[in-house]
């Protein structure tokens, strides 16, 4: 597509419940990154990828968070036993480089924990 | 630590006046920054960047100002429009990870 794609764009699940938040880079794009947005803040830096491969993941805030690119395109964020702190809105950026100049961000998935 | 940060989280402009929307930086050694535009449910939309071997820049209606002696950024736009109304943020290049501000409202008065 011409854009970055994500789904769903809104999810509400109970505290505890595993979720997974898709996103679809624009084609043929190297670099992907996941954010998270809390209400009124800038984005924060959760992980990177490289085509496939996962090159930091130093921004994930615990090991609830998992993030795969088995096929170097589609990712899934993925959130086991959410917690409230979850609740925020999820970002994902591809780059055609590997560097990150030019990115291009989805709309996000604002995830709510209740 | 390495932060990026704006000295106002709202700014009410008149229609048709300019904006000048301000961003302070702390690491020196940044080379890339980039303004960002975000609109209510939609991801941030890239504005203009600049590079640390620039002091100015110049787009449709916008203009980035760097000064690195003062590690500040400002964001100018002319001619503001309803449509620009969004939380604006200034990023910083670290190696691939951009450091976000927490943004400014921007707020158009009829």
């Known amino acids: 597509g011409a854009g970055v794609s994500q789904s769903p764009r809104y999810k509400v699940a109970k505290r505890g419940q595993d979720v997974a938040l898709r996103c679809d880079p624009i084609?043929?794009?190297?670099?992907l990154f996941w954010y998270q947005q809390a209400l009124g803040q800038g984005p924060e830096f959760l992980t990177y990828f490289q085509n496939e491969a996962q090159l930091d993941k130093s921004g994930l805030p615990s090991d609830r968070f998992f993030a795969e690119r088995p096929e170097g395109s589609v990712s899934t964020l993925k959130i086991q036993r959410t917690q409230q702190e979850d609740s925020a809105v999820y970002l994902c950026a591809s780059s055609l480089s590997t560097k990150n100049y030019g990115y291009t961000f989805g709309s996000g998935t604002r995830l709510t924990v209740v | 630590g390495e932060s990026v940060g704006l000295h106002l989280p709202t700014l009410s402009v008149q229609e048709g006046d300019n904006s000048i929307i301000n961003c302070a930086y702390s690491n020196s050694a940044s080379d890339y920054f980039i303004w960002y535009k975000q609109e209510s449910g939609k991801g941030p939309q890239f504005i203009i960047d600049?590079?640390?071997n620039m002091d100015k820049r110049q787009g449709q209606r916008v203009t980035v100002l760097l000064n690195k002696t003062v590690k500040h950024l400002s964001l100018q736009i002319a001619a503001t429009q309803p449509g620009d109304s969004a939380v604006y943020f200034c990023?910083?290049?670290?190696?691939?990870?951009?450091?976000w501000g927490a943004g400014t409202k921007l707020i158009i008065k009829p």
């Open positions: 990023a910083e290049n670290s190696n691939y990870q951009l450091i």
């Open positions: 084609s043929g794009h190297v670099s």
């Open positions: 600049i590079r640390s």
